[in-house]
């Protein structure tokens, strides 16, 4: 109910008045979203952890807005060091508007990702540009073979879609949106979320496993080892403010560790799902508005 509520809450621009104009909304924002994102790739790297990196927006409703999106992202590419890579919304390139205008602002990111040595991985959004996603997914694919697609656990589709993925690289979370199809028992999302963890780590896919979740990160070294992965053959990825303790441990091990980081100043909707995730988060951010 109170996920449901949140996520509510995400897409109603009267809410992001209120809260995003808060000053005091600040320190729950630098909790999740990189303030000086400069510093947070260095400081993440020195330390041995790879980096996905998001400019924050989505949504955009006109191809200047879209266009923005683009120029940001090159601004970026410049900023990284090779090897890490860029997530990117296909709603922030104009997805809503038409498939073909995202996909050409996709395949410019590409083209200039891959000069730099960057990999470029598609975020799943809503259920309704899920189709979009995968068409604009595979059209690139014909130029740039790395480019990546996430695949959200909690659709029933989601194991169909690993199997169509070989070859690619595929992020694998549970999904952090609301779908009428999807499964909305933690257990359905978990079983689903295993049975694609076994497909992508048996098959020729490199498998990005995007979780938190300590079981869910055991089955996967487990399941690594079993197919005879070793530690190049897939990474975990975390976001950027969550169990940062464990993003280090598993650096420390050898493992390959990503952390998505997010960063700009359209990141209401973003930190809306990150208190979805976690009812006591929103404990957390409710204490610090009322703290002051
Ligand atoms: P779960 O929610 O069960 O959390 C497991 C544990 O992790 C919790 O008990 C808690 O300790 C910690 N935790 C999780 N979320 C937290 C939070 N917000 N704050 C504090 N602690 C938290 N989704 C999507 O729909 N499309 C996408 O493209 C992506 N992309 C993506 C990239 C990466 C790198 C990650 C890690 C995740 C995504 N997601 C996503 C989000 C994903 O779908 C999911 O909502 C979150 O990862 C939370 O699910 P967990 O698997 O971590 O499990």
Not at 87 to 93: F, H, I, R
Not at 187 to 202: E, N, P, T
Request: glycine share 8%.
């Amino acid at each position: 109910m109170l996920r449901q509520a949140l996520l509510a809450v995400s897409k109603s621009q009267r809410a992001e008045r209120v809260i995003s104009t808060s000053p005091l909304t600040r320190d729950v924002v630098r909790r999740y979203v990189a303030d000086d994102v400069g510093a947070v790739i260095g400081e993440l790297t020195r330390r041995g952890l790879l980096v996905t990196v998001d400019h924050l927006g989505e949504e955009v409703t006109d191809r200047e807005q879209a266009g923005q999106a683009v120029r940001e992202y090159l601004r970026l590419l410049e900023l990284l060091p090779a090897g890490a890579d860029v997530s990117v919304k296909l709603t922030a390139l104009g997805l809503r508007l038409s498939e073909h205008l995202a996909l050409g602002n996709a395949a410019a990111i590409c083209r200039a990702a891959a000069a730099a040595g960057i990999t470029v991985t598609l975020d799943a959004e809503e259920h309704d540009t899920i189709a979009g996603l995968h068409a604009v997914h595979t059209e690139l694919r014909g130029d740039h073979p790395d480019v990546g697609v996430v695949v959200q656990a909690y659709l029933p589709e989601a194991l169909e879609r690993c199997e169509k993925l070989g070859g690619a690289r595929v992020r694998l979370c549970k999904g952090a949106y609301t779908a009428p199809v999807a499964y909305t028992s933690p257990a359905d999302i978990d079983r689903s979320f295993v049975r694609c963890l076994k497909v992508l780590m048996a098959g020729t896919a490199y498998p990005m496993v995007a979780t938190h979740d300590p079981r869910l990160l055991r089955i996967a070294s487990t399941l690594a080892v079993l197919e005879g992965r070793d530690v190049t053959g897939f990474e975990y990825q975390m976001l950027y403010g969550v169990r940062p303790a464990e993003q280090a441990r598993l650096a420390g091990l050898g493992a390959q560790m990503r952390v998505y980081v997010p960063y700009g100043s359209d990141w209401y909707a973003y930190l809306m799902r990150r208190l979805a995730e976690r009812p006591r988060n929103l404990a957390f951010f409710l204490r610090s508005l009322v703290s002051r």
